[in-house]
């Protein structure tokens, strides 16, 4: 009998593991990579990072909030992000031995006003539009989305007026690469938790870490 409930015991806490195992898979990093992606490599020499699409979830708003203060958070969120995640591949370039280079931000800004393109209507041009009006092979977007609780007003207020976030539900980033095609060629969802704000230099990080190992431009071991 002792060993009968041993046994039990065991495949019990195997059971356990393997469902512990498919959460942790089921919740980790999503990448897709289209079927053309290998022949587009060939192809891409230079890569243009531009701001991130940021949506902040606020289904009540806190007194003293406005849609403009919120809206005013997302594009300084998305104007981030695109500079933290272009500093960690620059960070990470070298070591990680890329065979693509990226367009200074500034210059890539700069571009994007010359042609009268804004934060907001910026996602309605096609990427191949952009690869032409910034000269590249391919364009590096993404879109991130922050929740906070309701019951968290006064922690989001102090968020959209000294942009510093306390805890968050959950934090969706997802990076996006097309080439002149207008075809997305390979696509990572990041989901994050807890504190993001002082923060996009924390969730770039956070973000980078696997893509920099995952990153389709990197030069075969």
Request: aromatic residues 10%; glycine residues 6%.
């Amino acid at each position: 009998m002792y060993f009968y409930n041993q046994l039990i015991f065991a495949m019990k806490n195997l059971c356990l593991l393997f469902v512990m195992a498919g959460f942790i898979v089921a919740c980790g990093p999503q990448i897709y990579k289209a079927a053309t992606l290998e022949q587009s490599k060939k192809k891409v020499r230079t890569v243009a990072i531009i701001p991130f699409a940021a949506h902040i979830d606020i289904r009540k708003l806190p007194k003293g909030v406005t849609e403009e203060s919120i809206h005013d958070s997302e594009v300084k969120t998305g104007y981030d992000l695109q500079n933290q995640v272009y500093s960690e591949f620059l960070k990470r370039s070298s070591k990680d031995k890329y065979t693509v280079k990226f367009q200074d931000i500034d210059k890539t800004n700069a571009l994007l006003k010359k042609n009268n393109i804004t934060y907001d209507n910026l996602g309605e041009k096609q990427k191949s539009e952009l690869c032409k009006l910034l000269n590249v092979d391919a364009i590096i977007s993404g879109n991130i989305k922050m929740s906070k609780p309701m019951s968290d007003g006064a922690a989001v207020a102090i968020g959209v007026i000294f942009g510093s976030w306390g805890t968050t539900n959950e934090t969706t980033v997802s990076l996006n690469i097309h080439d002149v095609t207008d075809e997305l060629q390979w696509k990572y969802d990041h989901i994050d938790s807890g504190s993001v704000g002082s923060s996009s230099e924390r969730l770039a990080k956070s973000l980078m870490v696997n893509v920099s190992r995952k990153f389709p431009y990197k030069m075969e071991q």
